[in-house]
């Protein structure tokens, strides 16, 4: 029988297209959730927002790096700045990416948010937290203890991870006890995180362009 058309649209398709892949996505979220697995989140030749009301980072670490993806490809090459944490709680995090060209459907957005509560047990908590970042703002930034100029090799907070990475061991870097960032937005290439737990996770997939930010 034929696909009902809608606009244009044929929705039968459209979902043997995108089910899978959401359903995935809402298992990993809810084993993330739970603290259940290591987290990985990036997405082949595109960026993605994310944005914090406030981070409390224990132990950070800061280089600049080079992120390659599959197809080694000067696109597929791109300068980052790392920001690490050896432990971090983040309150009122948003994640979002943009994909377009959908066969069938055109532009959506994919949103993960988590961690509404002001309550510290139901904030996001990560362990060995990485995050390839592209671009960052935020209201205000306190940096505790803070030691400038480490050659990167020296990092210890935590150190540098290395992978699809390329990073200058000698190269400049920094690194302080504590960072505080307040109202962050950042746009980057990767986020992994040892352990990641998302209290209050809510995952939204819908038609158009709809970032975090």
Known sequence: MESQVRGGTRWK???????????ATACIGVALAQGALAASFSVSGQSFKVKAQYIDGQGFSQYGAVDMDDSKTKEG???VAVSAFANATIQNMC???????????????????????????KQVHASNLYIDVEHLGAGKAVFHDMNIGVAGKALKNP????????????GFGQQADRAELFDVEQTAWATTA???????????VSPGTHPCF
Request: net charge negative; proline share 9%; hydrophobic share 40%.
């Open 159 to 170: 150190p540098m991870k290395g992978g699809k990475e390329l990073a200058d061991g000698n």
């Open 95 to 121: 994640q979002s990416v943009v994909t377009p060209n959908i066969p069938f459907f055109g532009t959506a957005t994919l949103t993960l948010t988590a961690g509404k509560s002001a309550d510290e047990d």
């Open 13 to 23: 398709r459209f979902a043997v297209v995108m089910v899978p892949s959401v359903a």
């Open 194 to 204: 040892g352990t990641f737990t998302l209290p209050g996770l809510s995952m939204d």
């Open 77 to 79: 090459t791109h300068p």
